[in-house]
């Protein structure tokens, strides 16, 4: 895939989302209203109408594909590196997607408490994978928007993010460096020879 085809393709899926999600906020609109959702599903916490999303999500789906798009493409070496990068780019983004769809399932069943145990064994992952990329961001808020709207799964999505950064790119990196420095400092045993 070169850059301009992944543009003309980041357009087309910026018009699908938001033709999705306008079509989403039209149904809701006729069949019981828009629905709103408060912070942390506490009902003295403010609540954000789903209309938001009309805006957020067209918004967020652009930006985040230009940051794919950038990161794919951005080197000089862009034609060698971009298919090696959207393979994992594509498999971040399904993994989000099926991360979110579990959550939304667990909370839609009244499993709340286990989605978020689920949540929790979010930051067990984000050690060994880089979950704060755009890819896992973009799949996490459009496996959720149905369920809980658009802006709720943004910020949830961006503080998960920012600390599987912190735990991935930081913590695990000084562990492997302290773990290699122990590895040096060990003394090295010699075979005995039997003689």
Not at 17 to 22: P, Q, R, S
Not at 30 to 46: I, N, R
């Amino acid at each position: 895939m070169t850059e301009k085809s992944f543009s003309r393709l980041s357009l087309y899926c910026t018009a699908l989302v938001t033709g999705a999600v306008w079509a989403l906020l039209a149904w809701t609109h006729t069949h019981g209203g828009v629905p709103s959702h408060h912070f942390l599903a506490q009902k003295d916490l403010p609540a954000i109408s789903n209309w938001w999303g009309g805006l957020l999500l067209p918004v967020l789906t652009w930006f985040l594909l230009s940051r794919i798009r950038k990161q794919a493409f951005g080197t000089n070496d862009a034609d060698a590196a971009a298919p090696r990068t959207m393979r994992r780019q594509l498999a971040g983004f399904v993994g989000a997607l099926l991360f979110g769809v579990v959550i939304a399932v667990l909370f839609t069943a009244g499993e709340s408490d286990t989605a978020g145990n689920v949540m929790l064994g979010l930051f067990v992952v984000a050690f060994f994978v880089p979950i704060y990329r755009p890819e896992c961001l973009l799949g996490f808020v459009l496996s959720m928007t149905y369920t809980f709207g658009a802006v709720l799964p943004t910020i949830i999505g961006t503080v998960l993010g920012l600390v599987g950064l912190v735990l991935h790119a930081y913590i695990r990196r000084a562990l492997v460096y302290v773990g290699s420095q122990l590895m040096l400092r060990l003394p090295v045993s010699k075979p005995q020879s039997n003689g």
